[in-house]
């Protein structure tokens, strides 16, 4: 029982005692944001978690990102406030089947998003993030064959942007997946003349309407120089909190679902975090993430090509 608890004092407290670093994902609660050291996109909390020189990172973001500061940082003790928090895209691809899938198509390298487990790191040969994606696709050579998971939705954008071929896992994720686009025409009429941006894990029927197609560092950077006065903003509303607040005079509107309300495109698995539950990871130094050393090596080389190639 945390009634009489003042969290948010004990969290500014257990932070300086035990020397440790708040990493917050975009999506995240909009208080978890505002008390964070860092609030980013994939890559970015990636590299602040390989850089920190903390003895604790509290990662408030989700399974695979608190895994990836593990591998880059594996000194640190990283916490995840909750460690259900999982992600579709990672669910969507077992190890196991990943491989097979690998060992079929032998001519090919695999070229694989962030969201994904630690095996399936170690079975891939680059990992991109939405930010990093492009830049990294146009490195690699155009004959060379290339296996594209577990996002196919990225993939399928990336495979179109740049003309080039590439084999999809099926994967997508169930928050960018329930966007609607009859809802979004209709918002979109209701505010003639306001631009849309959207993230490249939403549906081609999203992205066909979309003026900017971006990460959420991207998202961000767009609202921050769009000339307008209302964003209509595809994919999870949390963000929206650093728009406010850096743009306080402009509107920004959550693109809907298909019940016409953008609270539906929450991440399930985000908002699993809360304040009493980081207030808890930082008392007790539990849920630690551990990986198998093994693993972690071998996860790490595609994610270091990763951190290489994203310059
Ligand atoms: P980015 O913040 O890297 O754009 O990723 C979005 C996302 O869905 C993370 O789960
Ligand atoms: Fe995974 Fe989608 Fe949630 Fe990101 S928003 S963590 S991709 S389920």
Redo the contacts with the bound molecule.
């Keep these: 029982d945390l009634s009489g608890i003042d969290v948010r004092a004990e969290i500014e407290r257990l932070r300086k005692e035990r020397n440790a670093v708040i990493l917050a994902h975009y999506?995240q609660k909009p208080e978890i944001q505002d008390l964070a050291d860092y609030v980013g996109d994939s890559l970015e909390l990636s590299r602040k978690a390989a850089a920190t020189d903390a003895d604790v990172i509290a990662f408030c973001g989700?399974k695979f990102m608190a895994d990836t500061a593990k591998i880059l940082s594996p000194e640190k003790i990283v916490v995840l406030p909750d460690l259900e928090a999982g992600?579709?895209?990672?669910d969507s691809c077992p190890p196991e089947k990943f491989k097979a899938f690998r060992e079929a198509h032998p001519d090919h390298i695999a070229l694989t998003y962030i969201?994904c487990s630690t095996e399936v790191k170690a079975l891939s040969d680059i990992i991109v993030t939405s930010s990093s994606a492009e830049t990294i696709l146009q490195q690699i050579p155009k004959d060379q064959k290339i296996i594209f998971g577990p996002?196919r939705h990225l993939g399928g954008y990336l495979s179109r942007k740049f003309d080039r071929e590439m084999l999809l896992w099926p994967g997508v994720?169930?928050?960018?997946e329930a966007f609607s686009e009859t809802e979004l025409l209709k918002l979109k009429a209701q505010h003639p003349g306001a631009p849309i941006a959207a993230h490249p894990?939403c549906p081609p029927h999203i992205i066909d309407h979309a003026d900017y197609v971006g990460s959420t560092s991207g998202i961000l950077k767009f609202a921050q120089d769009f000339e307008g006065q209302t964003l209509i903003v595809a994919t999870?509303p949390h963000i929206i909190h650093q728009m406010e607040k850096a743009l306080p005079g402009k509107t920004f509107i959550g693109a809907p679902g298909a019940d016409g309300n953008c609270a539906c495109n929450i991440?399930p698995?985000?908002a699993l975090n809360t304040m009493e539950k980081l207030y808890l990871a930082l008392r007790d130094l539990q849920p630690r993430v551990e990986i198998e050393e093994g693993l972690r090596v071998a996860a790490k080389k595609s994610l270091d090509r990763m951190l290489e190639m994203a310059s």
Excluded: A, R
């Excluded at 992600?87 to 990672?90: A, D, N, Y």
């Excluded at 994720?173 to 960018?176: D, G, L, N, R, T």
């Design positions: 999506y989700v992600c579709s895209l990672e969201n996002d994720c169930i928050v960018h894990e999870e991440c698995y985000m």
